[in-house]
């Protein structure tokens, strides 16, 4: 097939013609699915059964150093909790990590509110201040940049490489703005990109010098055990760690769930940061809550045992999900290939695709999308405050259909992709 | 026995040489007890071990209408959830309530941090203003004052009455002056008194003019179900039906757990308050968090089954309880009924007991306690601040130590009482 872009105004209106007859096709096929979100799907949360009644085939309750977990106490999660969590972080101590809920993003949305109204050590509190801006890599995840808008946060978009942010753009920015307060990051198989941070970006987030002394990075590790592939797993460097080894051991807030391994909404979130840091987090959190649900850590550690538990089922996951991932590239390529319409990455993690239209293409596409019957998430939901400039990045989501949905779903979409394509290209000529 | 008052310089001497003797002797003895908190008891939580594995033993994770609790989705809480806590919190319509995550200290927490950062229904942010204050209905819960302190939030002590907060107080108060953002209410078997809200109380609530429009009640109904006594079960206006007739229905939010009722940390808080604070609401909870944890909340909801199942479960619990508090009240009555130094409640629910001593004595008494062996709540604690003025009211907690280890702590307590007693009388002569 020719590239899109060769072709002449009648081969273009002809392809139109041919397109929106499949189109009306399909649309009377009445599909009926929703792929907006990440979710794990039915046969992913089937592995994790053995959780629900993990605590009825045992007569203890108690942690490792014999505190009851089913009653008060313990506002820093049980100790094994903390191991575990650490773990999955790639965190070397436990003693850095405070296990909440079962939300990172509400851990996320708290420490936002807690900086805007108790500032950050010592630091005046960003709601008393004229102008707070957060710098955002984009395209990112919708619903860091959803709280960031709640707050009345200025977002300033920064572009993505596959390598991380743009670095230099960053280090420029927090240099010389001290309204700047924080970024958003996704540092392995990044949401919707599936993109991993080198060490060279790594190393040069831990010696970021902020003009703001209460900047913080907002280090969602949100994907940190979730490979596609055995052989293709990829590492990034402890970003706890590197601070600390680059004299800069505060700069960080560090988040990670285990809403994409054991159960979404019924895991357990956790957050790590340095001990000036987390002194002051407990001092909020001790106001908040006694404590979070201690039965539901033990839950966890008592069916994933340690990291290595962790890791096996995993696998498992990744051997409903590569074939899903395959698919969904597998027909991408073969027929949006040599269109020159479009591109688009190939995570070796997460939960994403990241798809570019044509610019001016993505709302259009998602549309016809979801007139056909398959909901997309929203174009312009990876910018900040939903608007994508060039209108071309679309969030492919693989994980929660069926194989056999996903087969449909993908073909709809190409299929509309290439219809808007043509209409963008003709539109040209008019 | 004479009461104390009565005694000349020479017999309390007499006396506080005789009684300086015993407290050397239990000293010597080594206990060891906090009853600091109000925590529930082993044998307690050993009533709700089938929580465990309810969902263990069915096949299905399945709402009443068919969503997969296991998955993202209904930020609400299940219907079958919202339910049961509207029944125990005696609220008419499931419509008003959502059901979160653990704990109803960390809704109003996170409630008090929403009117800081985002204002009520249109009023300015909390933030954003010089001043804002609460009414603190005194004694009452240490850390509903914690919160309130925590955001910088300046409190006004209401005294308690048998019938709730002094409400000519209230009205006043809240009537002439806009700073005055809210009122911490426990409106059944408080804490720490066991007072519940006479009718006359709720109706005055719910008919309030505050000159603040966005004046908010917090309502934390805490014991809603909480009773000692077949008997004497006390039962209150339903805040929110209340409000609604008096054409305020936007003035209160209610919370409410299952902390003491299955397992405190492991349960499942509810918010329940009128159509617009929850749109409002909504619009915050919706940017923290995909949702709340759905499979504790089905636990929850297979184990009690309904209204029912929560009432029977509690007449078990106040099987254990009640002995407790009785024997509490008893060694009370005995030791200090006639002696003119001291007063307390007779609660019929809830998780204390309220102490007055002579003014100037809590704290000694608790000092006394904990060098001891016995640690009781901090003396003050029950004051906004952590100050109270007269000295004098100290919270007991009888729930979670054995009848055994009560009674020694109740023995040892007023052993204290009179020997801090004596000396606060000596010192008059000096």
New interface residues.
């Given amino acids: 097939m020719k590239a899109y872009g060769m072709l002449n105004k009648e081969e273009l209106l002809q392809l139109q013609a041919q397109l929106e007859k499949e189109y009306e096709d399909v649309k009377k096929k009445g599909f009926k699915l929703d792929m907006s979100?990440g979710?794990?799907s039915?046969l992913q949360?089937n592995m994790e059964m053995g959780i629900?009644?993990v605590?009825?085939?045992v007569a203890d309750y108690q942690t490792e150093d014999g505190i009851?977990?089913?009653?008060?106490?313990l506002l820093e999660g049980i100790p094994e909790a903390k191991k575990l969590m650490a773990a999955m972080m790639g965190t070397a101590s436990a003693d850095s990590v405070i296990v909440c809920?079962?939300?990172s993003?509400?851990i996320m949305?708290?420490s936002v509110?807690r900086c805007?109204?108790?500032g950050v050590l010592g630091n005046t509190?960003w709601?008393?201040l004229d102008k707070v801006k957060f710098l955002c890599p984009v395209p990112g995840y919708d619903?860091h940049f959803?709280?960031t808008e709640?707050?009345g946060i200025e977002m300033i978009p920064v572009p993505m490489t596959e390598e991380g942010p743009d670095m230099d753009m960053v280090e420029e920015l927090a240099g010389k703005d001290d309204a700047i307060k924080g970024i958003w990051c996704v540092p392995k198989y990044s949401n919707p990109q599936g993109y991993s941070y080198s060490d060279e970006t790594v190393k040069r987030f831990a010696a970021l010098k902020p003009a703001a002394k209460d900047f913080r990075i907002f280090w969602d590790n949100a994907y940190a055990i979730h490979h596609l592939y055995d052989e293709a797993q990829v590492e990034i460097l402890d970003i706890l760690a590197e601070c600390e080894k680059a004299g800069n051991p505060d700069i960080v807030y560090e988040f990670a769930s285990t809403s994409k391994v054991s159960?979404?909404?019924?895991g357990v979130a956790a957050l790590a940061a340095s001990k000036a840091n987390l002194e002051e987090i407990l001092k909020?959190m001790t106001?908040?809550?006694?404590?979070?649900?201690?039965?539901?850590m033990l839950r966890h550690v008592r069916f994933f045992k340690d990291i290595n538990g962790l890791n096996e089922h995993m696998k498992k996951h990744a051997q409903v999900l590569r074939p899903k991932f395959k698919a969904v590239l597998k027909v991408l390529n073969a027929e949006l290939g040599s269109l020159g319409i479009a591109k688009w990455t190939e995570p070796k993690g997460g939960y994403f695709i990241s798809f570019e239209s044509l610019d001016g293409c993505a709302k259009e596409i998602v549309k016809r999308c979801k007139e056909a019957g398959v909901v997309l998430t929203g174009a312009g939901a990876t910018f900040p405050y939903g608007k994508d400039p060039k209108d071309s990045n679309i969030r492919l989501a693989p994980t929660f259909p069926t194989l056999e949905e996903l087969a449909a779903a993908t073909d709809l979409f190409v299929l509309c992709v290439k219809l808007v394509s043509v209409e963008k290209l003709l539109s040209k000529f008019a």
Avoid at 68 to 73: E, I, K
Avoid at 263 to 266: D, E, I, N, Q, V
């Fill in positions: 979100r979710k794990p039915i949360m629900m009644d605590l009825g085939s009851d977990c089913r009653n008060y106490g809920g079962n939300s993003l509400a949305y708290d509110s805007m109204t108790h509190p709601c008393k619903r959803k709280i709640h707050f159960f979404p909404g019924g909020s106001v908040q809550t006694i404590g979070y649900d201690k039965l539901n």
